[in-house]
C-alpha cells in the first residue's frame, strides 16, 4: 500500500523525519518496501515566467521565449509548445536536471542554430499526469524562481507491505494508529460529520442475502456536479498509485485509501426499481468496469435492480450503471460482505480489485454509517448536491470479541517484560478496551484477534521486536537422528555424484508451454493450471528434458560450446479418479561439444548415445540400483531416436530409466540444434537397497590375491546385443568372474556373413590360493558354454 507524507500527516500529528517513519513501521511489522520522494525527480525544476515569445527564424513550429528565474539575467529558451505565451507562468528545467519522463539530462544546446537554456516542461514529461498537449501553465500567484518541488508540495511516497491478517491497516488512519501506539506522534481525533438528510432515500435499498451480504447501506445525493475534483485529492491518489477519474469517482476511491471503507457510486438515472444485494442466477452475466463481461453462479452475491445485475458485490462495479461527468443524481452504497465469500467469487472469476483485496480480508463491521458519512460530506463539499436519509438494510456482525487476557503471558510467550502499564496503554492506543480485570474488549476491525496470544503479539510489536533478545533453542546431547528421508538422502548422493561427474545442475520451471508439455506427454493426461502465472506456462511437466532443452539451447544461443546439464525435479501427472501423482525424476541433456577441437584429433567432437548410456549407468550404480542385472531394451520413447536409444530394465516391465538422442523431430519442435543426448531416471522405479543401507561404508579389504585376465574372442550372430554376451559371460561362474567387457567388435573379412567377432575380456579373482591352470580351464570352459547359449562360438 502507498501513501504520502502529507496524506499520514492529516491522521498524525508527528514531527518525525520520513527515515524515523519507516524505521517505525519496520519495527511494529509493517515492512516498508520502498520510499520514493518525488522532489528527487523535480530538482533542477523551477517556477518561470515568460517575458517574450518569438517565432523561431528557421522552424515553423518553435518559438524562441526569454523566460524570468527569478535571479539574474532572463534566460533564452527554445519550446515547441503550441500554448507557451508571454505573460505565463510555467516550469522550467534548468541544464544539469533529469526529466522524469524520460531520464534525458538537460544541457545547454542550439536548437535550429538557436542557444536554448533548458526546457519549458510538461505535466507528462514532469511524471504528473498523462497530459502532454502543451507546457504546465501555473497560477498566477506562483511564485517565480521558486523550487517547483517545494511549491507543488511534492510529499514522499512510502511503499509498505501489509501483511494479510492486518486488514486494519489497509487505510493510511489504520497506519497512523499503530504508529501513535508506538509513541511516533498523536493520533489526530477523527471528525465524523453529523448529516441530517432531506427526505427519503430515492430508490428501495435491501440485501436479500444476509449470509453474503449481512448489512447494505445507502442513500442518494441529488444534482451533483460530476467534475475534476480537487488537486489537493489528486496529488494524494496519485501518490497511492490511483489514477483521478472524476470527482465522485475520486472521492470514493480516496475514502476507500484513508480509512479502508470500500464503498460504490451508482447513476442513480441508470438504475431501475429496488437496488437489492442478492444471490446471482447461473449463467447470469455482468460487464465490469474494466469492460469484461463476467458469468456468474449462484454462489455469489451481487448488487442488482429489476434489469438485472449491476455490481459484483466487494469486488468490481458495472460499466452500465458507472458515473460520468453527466450524472447528476447518484446512490452511494456502503456495505459488509462476506469474506470468505468475497475470496471465493474473486478466484472463480479470476478477477482482482482494491476492494476485493480490502473485503477478503475483513473490513471493519462498524465503520458503515461514518463511512457513509464522510463520503457524504465530501461529494457535497465538492460536488453540491442534496444528500437523502440514510437506509440501512440488515445487520452487521458488530458483537465485540472479549478476550480474558493474563499480562504476564507477555512474559512466557513474547520473552520480553513489559509493565502491566505500559501493555494497557498499547492495548487502549490501539482502541481495545481493558477491564480493571483485564477482560479486553476488541474493535470489530480486528479480525484477526482471536485468543490471549494475539494480545501478547500486539504488546510486543508495539514494545518493539528489536526488545527481544535472541536465544538459542536447547540443544539435547549426543548425535541427532536424522531427518532426511531415504527418497531426500537418494537425491543428494544423486547430486553430488552428478556434479562430481562433470555435469552442471540446472533448476528449470516446473510449468511448459502446452504444446512441450504434449511432445513429452506418451499418452498421459496432463495437468493444465487455469489460473497460471503466464499463459505461455500453464502445464505441468509430465519430463524434466523439455525444460533441460530450453536451458541448452539458451546456452547455445549465447555462444556456450556445449552444456552438460542435470536436473533433479518432479514429473506431473494425473492420477486414478484426477489425483495428482508427482514422480521424482534425474534428467540430464548433454548438447553440443564434448571436446574442444584440438591438433591431437582435429576437430570438436560431440556427444553420442554411448556418452547417455554411461551417464545413465553412472548414477543408477549412485543410486544403488542393480547395474549388473540391468536390461538394456528398446522403447524409449517416440521423442527418441529409434536408432539411438534404450531403457534400462530391471525385468520386463521395470523401467528405471531411457537414455539417448533425441528425435531430430524433438529437436525441430523445440528449435535445437542437434546431435543432443537425454537420460531420464526415474527414481521411484529404483528398488530400495535391502537392510536399509547405512551412514557407515563397509570396511575396505582388498583381495588379497592379484586377479588375472583372460581374453576371448566369439562368432555371434550379427544382431546379438554385446550387452547380453557380456550378461552371460558374468554369469559363468559368479565367484571366480567378477569383472567382464567388450573391448573389440569386428566384422568383414574373415568373418562369415551374417556374423560379428566380439572380443570380451574376463577378470577372473582368486580366493585363498592361486587358480591352477586346471581350475582355469574349468572356468574357461563354463565362460564359452555360457557364451554358446546365446548363439556364440570361440573363434579358432
Given at each position: 500500500m502507498k501513501f504520502s507524507l502529507e496524506w499520514l500527516t492529516d491522521f498524525l500529528d508527528t514531527e518525525a523525519t520520513v527515515g524515523e517513519i519507516a524505521a517505525a513501521l519496520n519495527a511494529i511489522g509493517h515492512e516498508v518496501e520502498g520510499i520514493e520522494d518525488p522532489a528527487d525527480k523535480l530538482s533542477g525544476f523551477r517556477v518561470a515566467k515568460v517575458l517574450t515569445a518569438a517565432p523561431h527564424p528557421d522552424a515553423d513550429k518553435l518559438q524562441v521565449l526569454s523566460v524570468d528565474t527569478g535571479e539574474?539575467?532572463?534566460?533564452?529558451?527554445?519550446?515547441?509548445?503550441?500554448?507557451?505565451?508571454?505573460?505565463?507562468l510555467?516550469?522550467?528545467?534548468?541544464?544539469?536536471a533529469v526529466v522524469p519522463a524520460n531520464g534525458m539530462e538537460l544541457r545547454k544546446s542550439a536548437i535550429r542554430g538557436v542557444e536554448s537554456n533548458g526546457m519549458m516542461c510538461s505535466v507528462r514529461e514532469l511524471e504528473l499526469g498523462d497530459e502532454h498537449d502543451g507546457i504546465i501553465e501555473l497560477p498566477e500567484d506562483a511564485p517565480v524562481g521558486a523550487s517547483f518541488a517545494d511549491y507543488s508540495d511534492a510529499s514522499p511516497v512510502f511503499d509498505v507491505a501489509i501483511t494479510p491478517n492486518r486488514p486494519d491497516c489497509m487505510g493510511v488512519l489504520g497506519i497512523a494508529r499503530d504508529l501513535a501506539a508506538a509513541g511516533l506522534g498523536k493520533l489526530r481525533p477523527l471528525a465524523v460529520p453529523q448529516i441530517t438528510g432531506d427526505g427519503a432515500c430515492a430508490v428501495e435499498i435491501r440485501t436479500d442475502d444476509a449470509e453474503g451480504c449481512p448489512a447494505f447501506h445507502g442513500r442518494t445525493i441529488m444534482g451533483v456536479a460530476n467534475g475534476a475534483s480537487p488537486e489537493w485529492m489528486q496529488r494524494r491518489l496519485k501518490a497511492a498509485g490511483q489514477r483521478p477519474i472524476s470527482a465522485i469517482v475520486d472521492i470514493t476511491n480516496y475514502v476507500m485509501l484513508a480509512h479502508g471503507r470500500p464503498a460504490h457510486a451508482y447513476d442513480l438515472a441508470k438504475l431501475s426499481g429496488a437496488v437489492v444485494a442478492r444471490r446471482a442466477h447461473d449463467g447470469e452475466q455482468v460487464l465490469a468496469l474494466n469492460e469484461k463481461s463476467y458469468t456468474l453462479d449462484q454462489s455469489m452475491t451481487v448488487i442488482a435492480d429489476d434489469a438485472g445485475v449491476h455490481d459484483i458485490a466487494g469486488i468490481m462495479g458495472g460499466e452500465h450503471s458507472g458515473v460520468t461527468d453527466s450524472t447528476a443524481d447518484v446512490l452511494f452504497e456502503v456495505a459488509y460482505f462476506d469474506p470468505?465469500?468475497?475470496?471465493?467469487?474473486?478466484?472463480?472469476?479470476?478477477?482482482?480489485?482494491?476492494?476485493?483485496?480490502?473485503?477478503?480480508?475483513?473490513?471493519?463491521?462498524?465503520?458503515?454509517?461514518?463511512?457513509?458519512?464522510?463520503?457524504?460530506?465530501?461529494?457535497?463539499?465538492?460536488?453540491?448536491?442534496?444528500?437523502?436519509?440514510v437506509v440501512r438494510a440488515?445487520?452487521?456482525?458488530?458483537?465485540?470479541?472479549v478476550v480474558q487476557f493474563d499480562p504476564t503471558l507477555t512474559t512466557r510467550l513474547g520473552g520480553i517484560a513489559v509493565s502491566e502499564d505500559e501493555q494497557r496503554r498499547i492495548l487502549e492506543a490501539l482502541d481495545f478496551t481493558?477491564?480493571?480485570?483485564?477482560?479486553?474488549?476488541?474493535?470489530?476491525?480486528?479480525?484477526?484477534?482471536?485468543?490471549p496470544a494475539d494480545l501478547v503479539e500486539e504488546v510486543v510489536r508495539i514494545h518493539g521486536l528489536d526488545h527481544v533478545a535472541s536465544v538459542a533453542l536447547p540443544r539435547a546431547e549426543g548425535v541427532a537422528m536424522p531427518t532426511a528421508t531415504p527418497l531426500q538422502q537418494l537425491e543428494r548422493k544423486l547430486r553430488r555424484a552428478a556434479a562430481a561427474s562433470g555435469l552442471?545442475?540446472?533448476?528449470?520451471?516446473?510449468?511448459?508451454?502446452?504444446?512441450?508439455?504434449?511432445?513429452?506427454?506418451?499418452?498421459?493426461?496432463?495437468w493444465v493450471l487455469d489460473n497460471p502465472i503466464s499463459e505461455d506456462m500453464k502445464a505441468m511437466r509430465p519430463s524434466l528434458i523439455p525444460g533441460l532443452l530450453a536451458a541448452a539451447k539458451r546456452n547455445a544461443d549465447r555462444g556456450a560450446p556445449g552444456s552438460r546439464l542435470f536436473e533433479i525435479g518432479r514429473r506431473y501427472f494425473r492420477g486414478k479418479g484426477g489425483a495428482s501423482d508427482e514422480r521424482p525424476t534425474l534428467g540430464v541433456v548433454l548438447a553440443g561439444e564434448k571436446s574442444a577441437r584440438s591438433w591431437s584429433q582435429g576437430k570438436a567432437t560431440g556427444f553420442d548415445a554411448y556418452d547417455a548410456k554411461a551417464a545413465a549407468m553412472a548414477l543408477l550404480g549412485a543410486?544403488?540400483?542393480?547395474?549388473?542385472?540391468?536390461?538394456?531394451?528398446?522403447?524409449?520413447?517416440?521423442?527418441?531416436?529409434?536408432?539411438?536409444?534404450?531403457?534400462?530394465?530391471?525385468?520386463?516391465?521395470?523401467?528405471?530409466?531411457?537414455?539417448?538422442?533425441?528425435?531430430?523431430?524433438?529437436?525441430?519442435?523445440?528449435?535445437?540444434d542437434g546431435p543432443v543426448m537425454a537420460v531420464e531416471i526415474f527414481l521411484d522405479a529404483i528398488p530400495a537397497r535391502r537392510g536399509g543401507g547405512g551412514f557407515a561404508r563397509p570396511a575396505y579389504a582388498p583381495p588379497a590375491l592379484q586377479a588375472l585376465t583372460r581374453d576371448f574372442a566369439f562368432l555371434v550372430p550379427a544382431d546379438l546385443a554385446a550387452g547380453d554376451l557380456v550378461k552371460a559371460v558374468r554369469g559363468a561362474d559368479k565367484q571366480a568372474v567378477v569383472d567382464a567387457r567388450v573391448f573389440d567388435v569386428f566384422s568383414g573379412q574373415g568373418v562369415p556373413e551374417g556374423k560379428k567377432s566380439v572380443a570380451v575380456e574376463v577378470v577372473l579373482q582368486p580366493g585363498e590360493k592361486s587358480f591352477t591352470d586346471a581350475e582355469i580351464k574349468a572356468i574357461s570352459d563354463k565362460v564359452v558354454a555360457a557364451a554358446a547359449k546365446q548363439g556364440a562360438e570361440l573363434r579358432g
Open positions: 539574474g539575467d532572463p534566460l533564452q529558451v527554445v519550446c515547441g509548445a503550441p500554448n507557451a505565451r508571454a505573460g505565463m510555467g516550469v522550467l528545467g534548468l541544464p544539469g470468505e465469500r468475497i475470496g471465493v467469487t474473486g478466484r472463480k472469476l479470476g478477477l482482482a480489485s482494491d476492494a476485493r483485496t480490502r473485503f477478503e480480508r475483513g473490513v471493519d463491521p462498524a465503520f458503515l454509517d461514518d463511512g457513509l458519512a464522510l463520503l457524504t460530506e465530501l461529494i457535497v463539499t465538492i460536488c453540491g448536491g442534496t444528500p437523502s436519509e440488515g445487520q452487521a456482525p458488530v458483537e465485540p470479541k481493558v477491564g480493571a480485570d483485564w477482560q479486553v474488549t476488541c474493535p470489530p476491525r480486528r479480525h484477526d484477534i482471536e485468543g552442471n545442475e540446472a533448476v528449470t520451471w516446473s510449468f511448459l508451454p502446452t504444446a512441450d508439455a504434449e511432445h513429452f506427454a506418451d499418452g498421459t493426461e496432463l543410486a544403488g540400483a542393480p547395474v549388473d542385472n540391468l536390461m538394456v531394451m528398446g522403447e524409449a520413447g517416440e521423442q527418441f531416436h529409434p536408432g539411438q536409444s534404450a531403457t534400462l530394465r530391471l525385468g520386463p516391465k521395470n523401467v528405471l530409466a531411457r537414455f539417448g538422442a533425441l528425435h531430430p523431430r524433438t529437436l525441430k519442435a523445440f528449435d535445437v
